[in-house]
Each structure stands twice: as structure tokens, then as C-alpha cells.
């Protein structure tokens, strides 16, 4: 059985070598309804939905004003579908039914909302480089969904699985993890080394991770000045 879940990320590294000037042809059976600077946004031919243009391009320039990105001159494209099972079929024949993706290699996010700022803020951070899905992940739901995860405080929900689930393992295999506990601890984690060390080492972090086969674990310790281990061993008592 599959499982809605809020979004997904697939094939992260490969927008290190993407450039996309040009508006794209739309996937079959969609059709340009609006265009900023950085996006071409599509709907169904025979459905129209509504997507709200300008609040994409705004959130996506403020979140990458924020994480010191600068947007190349390139343009993604933004499907709106009107059902979940529209967005999984586009992430493989293996995903999780979700309410929106980002995929990098295709230069594409697919919601089921008319604006989507966790896959924005996901359009922005794999501009950075490739800490792992946990942290990408992490960073989405801190700036995109305002440190909640399905409406609730990742803070909160996080307390319940602190006993039972090491960030560590989630870190090295979030991909196959509850989804609830992931997202929850991954915001949580993140909000917590955001708000005591500031969002500039986060970017650092980032680009600390690129290209992509580098230790991460060393990364995390060159740019922070402490470990990964003692720094989620700190962080239950701090949120």
C-alpha cells in the first residue's frame, strides 16, 4: 500500500550540471498557463487549476536571498495536478503517493497545490550541494512548511520518537523510514542547528557537500566546529 506523505526529492546531484534558459515543452496533456522569471507553470489542458505564479517566484527569490543563492538564468516547470497519485506517477514506479515533488534531473516540481514552498525551498537547496535527504528534507519543512510537519510542530512530534529512533540511522537511510518520523525529526534536527548555529553554516554545510561523494560526516564537523554525534546527542534537550 502506498503512503501520502508531503513530498518527495528525487535525482539531487544531477542539477549541478543543468541549464535550462529556454521554457520547456510541457508533458503531454498540459499547457502553459502562467510564466515568471525562473518558472514555466503548467496545468491540465481539460482542468485549468489555479496556481499562484507570482507567490512561487517571490518565496523562491526570498528563500534564495536567504540561503545566499544566486538564481542562474534558467527556467524550471511547475505541474499542478489535482490529485496525489498525478504527482507519484511522476516520481517512479516505486514512490509514495505524495502531495508534490521536485525533481532536479528534469528540472520539475509537481504539486497538487497551487503554490508549494517546500518543494521551492527544494528548487533552491539543490542548488547548493547534496548533504543527503535528510537534511534537504530537514531544511523544507523549517523554511517551506514553518517547522510543521501535516500542520503540527515537528519540536512536539519529534519528542515522541526521540526514544526509540537515532537521527544517525535516519540520516544514513531516511529514504526508507516512517515518513512521519522522518520529516518530524529531519525539521526538527535542522530548526535546532538553524537557530544555534544560524542559517549561513546550513548554506555552508551545503556547499561543503559538493560534489556529492564527499564524507558528509567530516563536512558537517569542518563547517560547524563539532561533531554530527554530540551535536544530535545535544539536541532532544534542546527542543
Known amino acids: 500500500m502506498k ?6 526529492l528525487t535525482h539531487i546531484a544531477v542539477l549541478f550540471f543543468l541549464s535550462t ?14 510564466e515568471t522569471e525562473h518558472f514555466a507553470y503548467y496545468s491540465r489542458s481539460n482542468r485549468r487549476l489555479k496556481i499562484d505564479a507570482r507567490r512561487c517566484e517571490r518565496f523562491l527569490q526570498e528563500t534564495a536571498r536567504l540561503l545566499g543563492v544566486t538564481l542562474e538564468d534558467y527556467r524550471w516547470s511547475y505541474y499542478r495536478h489535482s490529485h496525489p497519485v498525478e504527482v507519484a506517477f511522476h516520481a517512479g514506479p516505486f514512490a509514495s503517493v505524495s ?10 516540481v509537481h504539486s497538487v497545490l497551487a503554490f508549494h514552498p517546500h518543494e521551492l525551498v527544494h528548487v533552491v537547496s539543490v542548488q547548493l550541494g547534496d ?73 555552508d554545510y551545503f556547499k561543503a557537500c559538493r560534489p556529492v561523494h564527499v564524507d558528509r560526516i567530516a563536512a558537517f564537523e569542518q ?4 561533531a554530527l554525534p554530540r ?8 527542543v
Not at 3 to 8: E, F, G, P, S, V
Not at 99 to 108: F, K, L
Not at 223 to 226: L, S
Open 99 to 108: 502531495t508534490g515533488i521536485t525533481d532536479p534531473a528534469a528540472a520539475e
Open 3 to 8: 503512503r501520502l506523505i508531503n513530498t518527495t
Open 21 to 34: 534558459p529556454a521554457v520547456p515543452a510541457p508533458i503531454a496533456g498540459f499547457e502553459l498557463v502562467a
Open 131 to 203: 548533504p543527503g535527504r535528510f537534511f534537504h528534507e530537514g531544511l523544507a519543512v523549517v523554511l517551506g512548511d514553518k517547522a510543521k510537519f501535516q500542520g503540527r510542530c515537528v519540536h512536539a512530534l519529534a519528542k515522541q520518537y526521540v526514544s526509540s529512533v537515532d537521527p544517525l540511522d535516519l540520516i544514513r537511510d531516511f529514504e526508507n523510514a516512517d515518513p512521519a518520523t522522518a520529516y518530524s525529526v529531519a525539521g526538527s534536527f535542522v530548526d535546532y542547528i538553524i537557530k544555534k548555529y544560524g542559517i549561513k553554516k546550513i548554506s
Open 223 to 226: 563547517v560547524f566546529g563539532d
Open 231 to 238: 551535536v544530535v546527542e545535544q539536541w532532544p534537550n534542546a
